[in-house]
């Protein structure tokens, strides 16, 4: 059979290599390795796949999903991604590229990470971000660890029932391997609740707090007084946001939170199922030298140009070990980039006009769906953006909505249905939606 | 590679557009209410999408890729990133799922983490894998939460320690330190290798595994990895396997074989995605069959991993098959001692043998030091490398040597690559001996030269907004 074509050995390449090493056969340069852990036998793989044999292969397998007009956020947001994105981030410069150790030959990357930083800063209002981590719920665990360390004494972490359930999910798993306590703050008429708060903060004990900017059920929370409340107590206010609507809600730092944190995924990155997102951190300058992941930092070279290097290293895993603030290290860097050129196509104003848009659109379907009279109001007169929840009359109109072509009602564990509308829907799509409800 | 100095915000001017949106066919919603609306103005750039394109392409053009040319970075795995693999991820059929969609309409999606999670298990020997983990360090963590979930299972909670030798990579102690365990650090030998006899007084009640790496970051194979598999299973702890240097063991060694009962891949090392500049990867974590059962329950990201790099490495899976993998093993063994053999009288080799991937110096054999003028460092030598159109080996780790010196080909480059790569090796190591500071100076040919690094740290500037 022929080579694989990733593998450039002929076999008089082979050859000479190993005569140069002195050993007769490739299997000697497993000498050292005892035999009996050698694998005998072929592998219970498929055979080798052409390359159109693999085409074939993924368009069977993509073939097997649906293809469904998407009414669902929850945490994935189903927003435009402009042509020039793709087109950039395939540039085999950046694709190819490991994280930029050599600063001298990355400063293609080191500089976009910049940009990015420099980006989140703007969208959280916050003095510093990282240059990114895994994902909007990973980036919250690393806030909540972060928040111990910073009031040391203090054990326990709040988090409110308002948060997305993945959120939380994934906190609490970080929680319980990291010794942190957990505390929740229940929704009061879909907010979190501030009397709560007041009265956990009472304890002495709390150590940071996480709060949605625009929550679980689509609400834009009002976070009048926990700053003060929490910062009275020493403890760390942690604001959870969707980056595409702080370009209309107020900011973490308007709300004076000292650690901002959520997924870029909004930012016109794809579905893709999950991933690869990205999550962002920002916080304010005094607890910078605590903040996980990598930093990008200006400053100039021997001949003094203006040039950016990897920074404030020493609060890392690889020169810290076992006392590093995080073990991150791999971290979203393509996804940095994919979101820093859509932020520089928006710019101020397509931000908020995707967000104008999106608001306009999905208060259109809210206010169609209740006239069906097929649903009740759960929060009534609580203000909202995109996304929303109703309490439906009926049962199984997800399944139903699916077998129309669309993915819309997601059924949460509070037995709402929930929806949400991005400038990707058009009105015809909503009135088809709403006629199936209708005939139901 | 030229130097190119702006940033996309200095090219902004106001009521320039970069972007395309449909025209609003919706009734006007209510405002946001004045008390959660945002008043502070976002400084994000105006820029036209021409705009854009110039900036980024003069950026790419800064940076140095797997496409550009050679990357023989130790523990990193640099191999050529196949361009299917590209366009599969790319399909709508799979970008365009919702990660919440149910089964009913994700099949396709569903089909891929099946077959994948079953092709990981046969390459690796363990049973079963999760693709969660988004990177090699959180699938290190994520290996941990399983560790120590199988001793809280059996009710025994004072295993809160775990092992690690001193050549681990530096993720190991703190993904460990992260997940609640203390870590304990065991010595390697003269030749490398983990100390046997150190580690048998470490071992106890107390002990909830060991964290390995083999090859390790020597390139080095545990020889003793049977004895220590026994020593610490009787000892009542798991052994855990950082897949990082995987790469030499594809097709020919399976962990799961030598005892392994936990263990993480990168597969943006192993299996061929791209690095993308520091991410996305992705770090599937596979177990035996005894720990099947702790996998469930943990969250450890947002929703099903990173969907997108997994579809890039099934693809990588499928052209290699059962035919090509155990190429990868021994062609990137072949290359790592080639390259050490073709050296070694110019580097200091401190430990001779057969390597794996990999392999480490421990500095220039003459760094031309004399009278008041300071030899040829390591920092130097990877400096000139860039000269002359390569990228630099990992410097300075492991941090067993003080001028360690970190080679890993992998399969992928050609013996001209290598061979011209080798030459380049010995230029600097003679330009090294006859005039230090030569390479004190370099980089010489690079966009930039080297950067004032204290300065960076000691006052930083790390956004735009702090340059105005």
Not at chain 1, 242 to 260: G, H, M, Q, T, Y
Not at chain 1, 336 to 343: C, G, K, N, P, Q
Request: net charge negative; proline share 6%.
């Amino acid at each position: 059979m022929a080579a694989l074509s990733y593998l450039p050995h002929t076999e008089a390449d082979v050859k000479a290599m190993l005569e140069r090493i002195g050993v007769k056969k490739l299997e000697d340069l497993y000498s050292d390795v005892p035999a009996e852990f050698l694998k005998k036998g072929a592998y219970a793989l498929p055979d080798a796949l052409s390359e159109q044999e693999i085409r074939d292969y993924f368009a069977s397998l993509e073939a097997m999903n649906g293809k469904l007009k998407v009414f669902v956020g929850a945490g994935a947001y189903d927003h435009y991604t402009p042509a020039v994105i793709p087109y950039l981030c395939s540039r085999s410069e950046f694709l190819t590229a490991y994280t930029p150790y050599q600063c001298e030959i990355s400063q293609g990357t080191l500089r976009y990470i910049f940009e990015y930083q420099s980006m989140v800063c703007a969208l959280t209002g916050l003095d510093v971000a990282n240059a990114s981590m895994y994902d909007g719920p990973t980036a919250a665990a690393e806030a909540m660890k972060m928040a111990v360390a910073c009031t040391r004494k203090k054990t326990r972490v709040l988090l409110s029932k308002t948060l997305l359930p993945h959120v939380i999910q994934v906190v609490e798993t970080y929680a319980k391997f990291h010794g942190v306590e957990l505390g929740y703050l229940p929704a009061q008429d879909g907010q979190t609740s501030l009397s709560v708060l007041q009265a956990e903060l009472a304890a002495d004990d709390v150590a940071g707090v996480i709060v949605p900017s625009v929550n679980r059920y689509g609400i834009i929370e009002d976070h009048s007084g926990f700053a003060d409340a929490i910062h009275a107590e020493k403890g760390i206010l942690v604001e959870y946001c969707d980056p595409s609507a702080l370009a209309v809600v107020k900011s973490p730092a308007e709300w004076d939170a000292d650690i901002a944190v959520g997924d870029g995924q909004p930012l016109g990155l794809p579905l893709c199922y999950g991933g690869p997102y990205v999550g962002f951190m920002a916080v304010k300058k005094d607890h910078m030298r605590k903040m996980p992941g990598r930093i990008v930092g200006q400053t100039v070279d021997k001949e003094g140009r203006r040039v950016f290097v990897l920074t404030l290293q020493a609060r890392e895993q690889h020169i810290k070990r076992e006392k590093a603030t995080s073990n991150i290290c791999s971290n979203e860097s393509l996804m940095a980039l994919w979101v820093t050129i859509y932020l520089s196509l928006m710019g101020p104003e397509g931000l908020k006009e995707v967000n104008r848009i999106s608001t306009d659109g999905a208060h259109y379907l809210y206010n169609e769906l209740l006239a069906t009279g097929k649903f009740e109001e759960v929060f009534p007169g609580q203000p909202f953006l995109k996304e929303f929840v109703l309490k439906p009359k009926v049962a199984g109109l997800q399944a139903k909505l699916e077998k129309a072509g669309f993915f819309a009602a997601l059924e949460t564990e509070e037995g709402y249905v929930s929806f949400c509308v991005t400038e990707k829907r058009t009105k015809e799509e909503i009135d088809q939606l709403v006629k199936v409800v209708k005939e139901g | 590679m030229k130097y190119y100095d702006k940033l996309i915000f200095e090219l902004s001017k106001e009521g320039r557009c970069g972007y395309s949106l449909p025209m609003n066919k919706f009734p006007k919603a209510p405002e946001v209410p004045l008390q959660v609306s945002r008043k502070a103005a976002l400084l994000l750039p105006q820029v036209s999408e021409p705009d854009v394109v110039r900036h980024y392409t003069n950026l790419s053009q800064m940076n140095f890729g797997v496409d550009t040319g050679f990357y023989p970075l130790g523990s990193c795995t640099m191999k050529y990133n196949p361009k299917i693999n590209e366009e599969m991820a790319a399909l709508q059929g799979f970008a365009g799922l919702h990660p919440l969609m149910p089964a009913s309409v994700t099949q396709g999606a569903c089909k891929v983490y099946e077959e994948m999670n079953k092709a990981l298990a046969e390459i690796t020997g363990m049973h079963t894998f999760t693709l969660d983990p988004c990177a090699g360090a959180h699938g290190e963590l994520t290996g941990l939460m399983i560790m120590r979930s199988y001793h809280m299972g059996r009710g025994d909670f004072a295993r809160t320690k775990v092992i690690v030798p001193d050549s681990a990579h530096g993720t190991n102690p703190a993904s460990a330190a992260v997940c609640g365990l203390e870590v304990v650090e065991v010595k390697s030998l003269e030749n490398g290798r983990i100390d046997v006899e150190a580690l048998k007084p470490l071992l106890g009640p107390d002990i909830a595994g060991i964290m390995m790496t083999n090859p390790n970051t020597l390139g080095l194979f545990e020889t003793e990895i049977k004895t220590i598999a026994t020593l610490v299973h009787q000892a009542g702890g798991l052994l855990y396997y950082d897949g990082a240097n995987m790469n030499p063991l594809m097709g020919v060694v399976r962990p799961g074989d030598m005892g392994f009962d936990i263990m993480h891949l990168n597969l943006h090392k192993t299996f061929s995605t791209p690095h993308g500049g520091g991410g996305p990867g992705s770090g599937p974590v596979g177990v035996a069959k005894h720990l099947e059962g702790c996998i469930p329950g943990l969250r450890v990201s947002g929703f099903h991993g990173n969907f997108g790099v997994i579809l890039r490495a099934y693809a990588y899976i499928l052209a290699l098959g059962n035919q090509h993998l155990k190429e990868v093993g021994q062609y990137a063994v072949l290359s790592a001692n080639y390259i050490k053999e073709c050296l070694k009288d110019k580097y200091k080799l401190p430990i001779e043998g057969v390597c794996k991937h990999e392999f480490v110096f421990d500095g220039l054999i003459n760094d031309g030091a004399h009278d008041d003028v300071p030899g040829a460092t390591t920092l130097d030598v990877a400096k000139r490398l860039l000269d002359y159109g390569f990228h630099a080996p990992t410097i300075y780790f492991p941090l067993l040597f003080h001028q360690a010196l970190m080679i890993e080909p992998t399969e992928t480059e050609s013996k001209e690559t290598i061979d011209a790569f080798i030459d380049v090796m010995r230029v600097i190591a003679d330009e090294a001996a006859a005039n230090p500071m030569l390479l004190h100076e370099a980089p010489h040919n690079t966009p930039i030269s080297r950067p004032d690094e204290v300065t960076a740290a000691r006052n930083p500037i790390l956004k735009y907004q702090d340059t105005l």
